[in-house]
Every structure is written in structure tokens, then in C-alpha cells.
């Protein structure tokens, strides 16, 4: 067993782990017609052949006509879409490797006539992109209903194909994060109002998603505060609303959480240098994974898709490990560094890190 922090294994519930390494959802569009072809399975076997502990593929979408803006981003309902994610889970698998789906609704950031369903309305709490603009029609609780069942039916059929455990994406100013969030939510019904009255949506997506994939299997919630709509969005400005803003999804049935920020090492609070997950953990006492510019320096993951010409150089992983030796958090998730070298982690674990290559535009085109 190793000495090192990144790789000691780790288990919860029904999901054990090699180690604490964890592929980020990093968004691909390569799957013609919504369903992953082999090219996408081998994608991600390469990932788990390199030693990652747990693989979250990119956001995959459920049932709603308006769930997503290309048709080359994989769905999670079509009979064929969900063969190919067999295939996938099969070859992850194979290679020793544990992999998750994340299962995805776009929002009001999908533009209308666009997607697979090109007629289909996009979904919002109020319709309002996030910056106050009026972009579609509010949610009736008919919709609202049915996105609960789509979420519950995607997560029922992970678990039937192989799926290791299962992510719900409500980050980054998507569906659910545009729920909890009052630049998106202006609501006056029992789905909006205050903090925590905003989680109603999301907690009763976990309580249905729980209820078809039992009791011990992983449901890990990813969050963030920052919005691509608004990058200095906060949902909570103190530990305390942060803690009254997890309190009801924790109650409805959340395992893990996946707190999104862009730097790993920037404090999320005032009097404390704990990051977002750090403070999750804190707070709610369960596992958390961490996430943002791990194993680079330089630009962050957003400004590196705007900007793809712009370089991030590899970093020292010092300040992650030790963090994660005093258990602020319990695993890390890792996107551009695993995009650029499908053997980071291996690399990392066996002291090989000078072979480390810098994040490059040549990766983010070939993204293979």
C-alpha cells in the first residue's frame, strides 16, 4: 500500500476505491446522435488503465426535450445511448477501474432550437438566464415533476447497466444549480424563495433517485458556487448558509459531494484557509471531493476552453497532499492534467512526475 495520501483506497457505502484519484466530468461531444461509440469506451478505459480510482464521465442528459444544445452529447434514456454506456462501463471495468455517470439537464444555458430536439423548450425555474434576462417560459409543476422522473429513471439505469454509483450535476449554473440559485430562481411558488427553500428541487431529485437505486448505492451531489453565467455568484456567503443550504440535501439522501471551484487552494470563507469542500465535510460529515486546477498552474479550466492557446504548466501536488492527509477532504478530482496524459495518475503514484507534460491546445483538440 502506498505511503502517499492520493492513494490510499477509499470506501463508502457500496463503493470502494483503489484510491482518491478521481477523473473529473469534463464535457466531449463526441457522440454522434447522443450514443457513445467504442472511440468513447476506450477513452475511458485508457483513464482507468492509467490507475484512476474512480472515472465521472461528462454530463450525459436525461429525459426532457430540452435537456441539451448539440446532438453530439451523449443522452442517458435511448435505448442505444444506454448500450453504448454499457460498453463503456464494461471496458472501465475491465481495466480494473470504477466509473460513475453524471447525469446532466443544461437549463436556460441551452439555447432554444437547439440540441436533438430542436422544438423543444428550454427548462428554468423562471425562464431568466441568470444575469435577469428573460429567456424562456417558467417550469409548470408538470415539468418540474417529469424532470424529477427523468433524473429518477437515468439513475435507476445506471445502476441496472453496471454503473459504480452515480453523479447528479448541480453546478456551474445548469438546471438544478439554476434552482438554488436567485439570479435564476425568482419563484414565489413552493419551489422558490429563500436558500433553502431554493434546494427543494435538487432534494427531491436525490429522494426520488434514492428510492429506485436503494440504500447503499452512491449518489454523489456536485455543487458549486460560481456560475459560468457569473463567476463571483455565491449561494452562501458564511459557513452558516452554507450549512442550512446542504442540511436538506444531506437529509433527502446524499452521499458524496462534489464541491466545484475553480483553484483547489483558494479559501472559501473569511478566518479559515479551508476550501469549499473542506468546509462541506466539516459541516456535514461526509466524504467530499475536491476539485480545481489540480496538478497545474496558470489558467483555470474555464479561461483553458475560451482560451485553448493559452498553457497551463504542471504543478506541485504538495499543498494537495497535505490538505488531504489532515482529511479536509477525501478525494480529488483531476480534468485537464488526465486530459493531457491518460497515465497521470500512474505517473504520480510511481514518482515518474517529471514526465508530467503541461496542459497544450494539441490536448484540448484532440481530447482523446
Not at 31 to 47: C, I, L, M
Not at 99 to 107: F, V
Not at 351 to 367: G, I, V, W, Y
Request: charge should be neutral; hydrophobic fraction near 40%.
Amino acid at each position: 500500500m502506498s505511503a502517499k495520501p492520493l492513494f490510499q483506497p477509499f470506501s463508502y457505502k457500496s463503493l470502494s476505491l483503489a484510491n482518491r484519484v478521481v477523473m473529473a466530468p469534463m464535457t466531449r461531444s463526441r457522440s454522434p446522435k447522443g450514443v457513445p461509440g467504442t472511440d468513447v469506451a476506450a477513452y475511458y478505459r485508457r483513464r482507468a488503465e492509467g490507475g484512476v480510482g474512480l472515472i465521472v464521465t461528462e454530463g450525459t442528459t436525461v429525459d426532457r426535450p430540452g435537456a441539451s444544445n448539440s446532438p453530439s452529447i451523449p443522452n442517458f434514456h435511448e435505448s442505444a445511448s444506454l448500450e453504448g454506456w454499457k460498453r463503456v462501463v464494461d471496458e472501465v471495468h475491465a481495466a480494473g477501474g470504477k466509473i460513475a455517470p453524471q447525469l446532466w439537464h443544461q437549463g436556460m444555458v441551452r439555447k432554444p432550437g437547439t440540441g436533438p430536439h430542436p422544438d423543444g423548450k428550454s427548462d428554468g425555474p423562471s425562464g431568466l438566464s441568470g444575469t435577469g434576462k428573460a429567456v424562456g417560459e417558467p417550469m409548470t409543476d408538470e415539468d418540474i415533476a417529469d424532470t424529477i422522473e427523468a433524473f429518477a429513471k437515468a439513475a435507476a439505469a445506471s445502476k441496472k447497466i453496471g454503473f459504480d454509483c452515480v453523479e447528479l450535476h448541480g453546478a456551474h449554473g445548469y438546471l438544478i444549480d439554476q434552482f438554488f440559485w436567485e439570479g435564476a430562481n425568482r419563484r414565489t411558488d413552493a419551489w422558490g424563495g429563500d436558500l433553502v427553500r431554493r434546494t427543494r428541487f435538487a432534494a427531491e431529485i436525490v429522494k426520488a433517485v434514492r428510492k429506485r437505486v436503494g440504500a447503499d448505492y452512491v449518489i454523489i451531489q456536485r455543487f458549486s458556487q460560481w456560475k459560468q453565467q457569473d463567476y463571483a455568484a455565491k449561494l452562501a456567503l458564511t459557513p452558516k448558509e452554507l450549512e442550512a443550504f446542504l442540511a436538506p440535501l444531506t437529509e433527502a439522501g446524499v452521499d458524496i459531494y462534489h464541491a466545484s471551484t475553480r483553484r483547489f487552494w483558494e479559501p472559501e470563507f473569511e478566518g479559515s484557509n479551508l476550501n469549499l469542500a473542506g468546509w462541506t465535510k466539516k459541516i456535514t460529515g461526509l466524504p467530499a471531493i475536491t476539485v480545481g486546477s489540480v496538478g497545474l498552474k496558470g489558467v483555470d479550466f474555464v479561461h483553458s476552453l475560451r482560451n485553448p492557446g493559452d498553457q497551463s504548466e504542471v504543478s506541485d501536488l504538495g499543498e494537495l497532499e497535505a490538505r488531504l492527509e489532515r482529511e479536509e477532504f477525501d478525494l480529488v478530482a483531476v480534468g485537464r492534467a488526465l486530459i493531457s496524459d491518460p497515465n497521470w495518475t500512474a505517473k504520480v503514484r510511481d514518482d515518474r512526475t517529471n514526465e508530467l507534460q503541461p496542459f497544450s491546445p494539441e490536448a484540448m483538440k484532440e481530447f482523446a
